[in-house]
């Protein structure tokens, strides 16, 4: 599975024309172990270099306006398949703007910051939401549609 987007994913998200907030929804699932390619260092778990990659990227995020809404580990997978839905942790980050987002990943701090999320993912899904109020509310306003 990738751990980045195609150029064909990045090019459309980039050029979207909705203006306004952008929270990304995160399902990451580490890699179970990294092989040292210096023989004199020591091997670490791909929680540990994300927990790196992200030690560093929360800081860009907060500096162009963004913030983490929410982090979690999940306990259950309740509907779905439990193999292929099993994830490690689920972040949501919320940023100003689409452009914030591209400004961030295309800087050069964040091109060394992502060799440590390259190392710590075996695999990922990342989900560019756009948010929307009350969604679910009925139109007569009683309730939630669905529920």
């Known amino acids: 599975m990738a751990i980045t987007p195609t150029r064909e994913q990045f090019t459309e998200f980039a050029h979207g024309?909705?203006?306004?907030?952008?929270?990304?929804?995160?399902?990451?699932?580490?890699?179970?172990?990294?092989?040292?390619?210096?023989?004199d260092a020591a091997p670490t778990t791909g929680a540990h270099a994300y927990r790196d990659y992200s030690d560093q990227v929360?800081?860009?995020?907060?500096?162009?306006?963004?913030r983490v809404i929410w982090t979690g580990r999940p306990e259950h997978v309740l509907i779905g398949d439990p193999t292929a839905d099993a994830w490690d942790l689920v972040a949501l980050v919320s940023y100003p703007s689409r452009a914030a987002f591209v400004d961030m990943v295309t800087s050069p701090n964040y091109g060394?910051?992502?060799?440590?999320?390259?190392?710590?993912?075996?695999?990922?899904?990342?989900?560019?939401c756009e948010p929307v109020l009350n969604a679910l509310v009925r139109p007569d306003g009683n309730g939630v549609a669905g529920a």
């Not at 929360?58 to 963004?66: I, L, P």
Request: proline share 0%; aromatic share 2%; net charge negative.
């Open 17 to 39: 024309t909705r203006d306004g907030e952008v929270v990304m929804i995160n399902l990451l699932h580490f890699a179970r172990s990294d092989a040292a390619t210096d023989k």
């Open 58 to 66: 929360v800081k860009m995020v907060e500096a162009r306006g963004g």
């Open 112 to 128: 060394e910051a992502h060799a440590d999320r390259e190392r710590g993912l075996d695999r990922t899904v990342l989900l560019a």
